[in-house]
């Protein structure tokens, strides 16, 4: 059975997370426990929505004294897990009806370090679906994907939680945290596939690429390419040129990156 991993901040939004898990109770009859990081306080709204479920889910609460990030925070609730396959999940998305029984029958093989599938991306408070990340299912499309971009949907992963604490867990490059991981990962020899279907339906709206900019992400970039290097990844040269064009665009105009991201990273609903 799978021991699920979420963080929560107080920034999240407490309708948004109370649905979040009220589609894991779908997936109980493979949950062992969800493993509840508290990533510094969280207020009450939040709390009282964690309180709210605690008959329905199998909740075992990791509470952080102060915020310390998405990378640290998840490798604290890690450390938490008693599962062997770490099931991971977002606050505030969506999980289909048959994720766990797809990603369990995918890990049955005994095959795979690493399964995710695919998303869809929906409007925050209507759950229009208005586009898809698609994602490679070959293990050699996956590492070539790996060069250019991300090539899991986090929020749809589950792993080997041996395999994850051998490699270090994730690393700290914030906003890149997974990216990262999946490049160790697959630098240390991890065996990664995704499925073809859908399982999660994530909140993405407009918003979300106007947040996805500034000098902060520029950075964590610059950040993230280099560490691709580091794990032979990529060559010094495609990491410079990578880094450098896509800092550019996160530092860019609102306007240009929708433009960006709706042309080249994004499939239309």
């Known amino acids: 059975m799978f021991s699920v991993l979420i963080s929560v901040y107080r920034k999240d939004d407490p309708v948004y997370f109370s649905e979040a898990l009220g589609s894991l109770v779908r997936q109980l009859q493979y949950i062992r ?3 509840m990081v508290k990533d ?9 929505v964690i309180a709210s479920y605690r008959d329905a889910l199998p909740i075992r609460e990791v509470p952080l004294p102060q915020n310390v990030g998405l990378a640290r925070a998840l490798n604290a609730g890690l450390a938490h897990c008693r599962s062997e396959w770490v099931f ?15 990603q369990w029958a ?3 093989c005994g095959a795979l370090d690493i399964v995710g599938g695919q998303i869809q991306e929906c409007d925050p408070a209507t759950l229009a679906v208005t ?3 698609k994602v490679p299912c070959q293990p050699a499309d996956i590492r070539r994907f790996l060069r250019r971009r991300n090539p899991f949907n986090h929020m749809t992963v589950c792993y080997r939680k041996s395999f994850i604490e051998r490699i270090g867990g994730y690393p700290d490059i914030p906003l890149k945290e997974d990216y990262a991981l999946w490049a160790k990962a697959v630098a240390a020899g991890a065996r990664v596939a995704n499925m ?4 999660v339906r994530a909140r993405a709206g407009r918003d979300m690429v106007t947040r996805r900019g500034g000098i902060g992400y520029a950075k964590s ?28 665009v996160f530092v860019a105009p609102v306007s240009l990156r929708h433009i960006v991201f709706r042309r080249y990273l994004r499939q239309s609903a």
């Open 88 to 102: 991971r999940f977002d606050a505030d998305d969506l999980c289909l009806p048959g994720r766990a029984a797809l």
């Open 196 to 199: 073809p279907d859908v399982v």
């Open 221 to 248: 970039e610059i950040a993230l390419q280099w560490f691709l290097r580091k794990n032979g990844i990529k060559s010094t040269l495609a990491s410079l040129a990578d880094g450098l064009a896509r800092a550019m």
């Open 131 to 133: 586009g898809v990340r």
């Open 106 to 108: 995918a890990i049955s």
């Open 33 to 35: 426990e969800v493993v």
């Open 40 to 48: 510094g306080p969280i207020g009450a709204e939040l709390e009282a």
